[in-house]
């Protein structure tokens, strides 16, 4: 199988070499999506061996990957993982996700943070708790952590369920659009790492972004395919 890493990145020059470099040690093939930054993010993201693709102003994380998606499709890679550009996710577990991918071949495997959740801040693990149950009885299927932005995607998935929206709520769409046409979603336990030892920042917006999955996971609710 062909997998690529695909690392979206909004200023995020402090930390996207670590996650360039990291990615590398086990997917040679990693892209990184420059969304707009005004630090040297792109230019780091080279010199560590990534393919940048640059886009000209910020357009979210949805836009980046969107396109990022585009181009390993037609590349003719089997799986894309995805991970964040700010070390909240450590790339030394990638691993288990192409292990895991290996073994069952699901739709989409995504990293499951809730079992360390005495380390997750109360206003992210209430709302990922309370996805958790409206996801799991959506699908059918139980869905333990809806959030989490580390996953690896088949190529059956990225091909039948475009994604629809520019920001981080476009993630949630395609997870639940791909779990309602019937493909397996895997899960991974991975640590929690936050701030405080990332070092990095999160272009995540809580209310406004929270607002937005909200409203997508109401669209999946009432209509049944999109």
């Not at 149950?133 to 580390?150: H, M, N, R, V």
């Not at 476009?170 to 030892?197: C, N, S």
């Amino acid at each position: 199988m062909r997998i690529c890493a695909v690392i979206p990145a909004y200023n995020n020059e402090k930390t996207i070499s670590s996650v360039v470099e990291g990615t590398r040690a086990h997917i040679r093939n990693v892209i990184v999506v420059d969304d707009g930054s005004t630090d040297g993010t792109g230019e780091l993201a080279m010199r560590a061996g990534a393919r940048v693709i640059a886009v000209g102003r910020n357009r979210g994380k949805g836009h980046a990957l969107k396109i990022s998606f585009r181009r390993a499709l037609v590349r003719g890679f089997d799986g894309v993982l995805t991970l964040d550009a700010d070390l909240q996710h450590d790339p030394g577990e990638i691993p288990k996700f192409v292990e895991y991918y290996s073994a069952h071949r699901p739709g989409i495997v995504v990293g499951d943070r809730m079992h360390g959740r005495e380390r997750i801040p109360r206003g992210r693990y209430v709302p990922n708790r309370v996805g958790t149950y409206a996801f799991s009885w959506l699908t059918g299927q139980p869905i333990p952590d809806s959030q989490c932005g580390f996953r690896l995607y088949d190529r059956r998935v990225l091909e039948e369920v475009p994604i629809l929206h520019d920001g981080f709520e476009a993630e949630t769409d395609l997870l639940l659009r791909a779990a309602k046409r019937g493909y397996h979603i895997g899960f991974v336990p991975i640590r929690t790492i936050y701030f405080e030892k990332s070092g990095g920042r999160s272009a995540y917006r809580p209310v406004r972004d929270t607002f937005r999955i909200s409203i997508v996971f109401l669209m999946n609710l009432f209509w049944k395919d999109r």
